[in-house]
T-cell receptor, first 114, second 113 residues
């Protein structure tokens, strides 16, 4: 089935440690790719996006993501996590075959321990 | 720009009552989306509009749900009659063009008793 998969429901990292959140998609053509963050009780904020070109994308708040076509992945990374990064992170795609629909993964809840 | 505006932020109602959620998209954005977020089902697209015209409503759960966009700066999502299983956070989002990033409102937390 065509989908967006975030295999980790929860991740806990220590403050200052590096972070990688995984995202895989299963659509025929390379979709547009996004990462959003949602703090408790808040709406979703865009961290970064990939449409084409350089496969390493820089976003806000020190986040970056790398698109790997061979693995159908778009993993989110941050070299040093801050306590304020604790939130839920959603990978999302706009599949080319489905028009303008944004399809979300299930989300990964990030906990940061001091 | 103030971003996407949604009202009310919280709504508590009783089963069987009509509920109307409101959204003002970012000025100049041609696309408007309504989503529902629940613990069980995550984020689901309910319906989206392009230039005030509904394009895809395949995500609308059932006939109790309806959405309108009478002009470029206003949209409503109505549930009539409401049921406890409709309890969720409803988000409105808008985007400038097809496939582009969507900007989300703060959401409306709906509780149906």
């Amino acid at each position: 089935a065509q989908s967006v998969t975030q295999p980790d429901i929860h991740i806990t990292v220590s403050e200052g440690a590096s972070l990688e959140l995984r995202c895989n998609y299963s659509y025929g053509a390379t979709p547009y790719l996004f990462w959003y963050v949602q703090s408790p009780g808040q709406g979703l904020q865009l961290l970064l996006k990939y449409f084409s070109g350089d496969t390493l994308v820089q976003g806000i708040k020190g986040f970056e993501a790398e698109f790997k076509r061979s693995q159908s992945s778009f993993n989110l990374r941050k070299p040093s996590v801050h306590w304020s990064d604790a939130a839920e992170y959603f990978c999302a795609v706009v599949p080319m075959e489905y028009g303008n629909k944004l399809v979300f993964g299930a989300g990964t809840i990030l906990r940061v321990k001091s | 720009d103030a971003g996407v505006i949604q009202s009310p932020r919280h709504e508590v109602t009783e089963m069987g009552q009509e509920v109307t959620l409101r959204c003002k998209p970012i000025s100049g954005h041609d696309y408007l989306f309504w989503y529902r977020q629940t613990m069980m089902r995550g984020l689901e697209l309910l319906i989206y509009f392009n230039n005030n015209v509904p394009i895809d409503d395949s995500g609308m759960p059932e006939d109790r749900f309806s959405a309108k966009m009478p002009n470029a700066s206003f949209s409503t999502l109505k549930i009539q009659p409401s049921e406890p299983r409709d309890s969720a956070v409803y988000f409105c989002a808008s985007s400038l063009s097809a496939g582009n990033e969507q900007f989300f409102g703060p959401g409306t937390r709906l509780t149906v008793l």
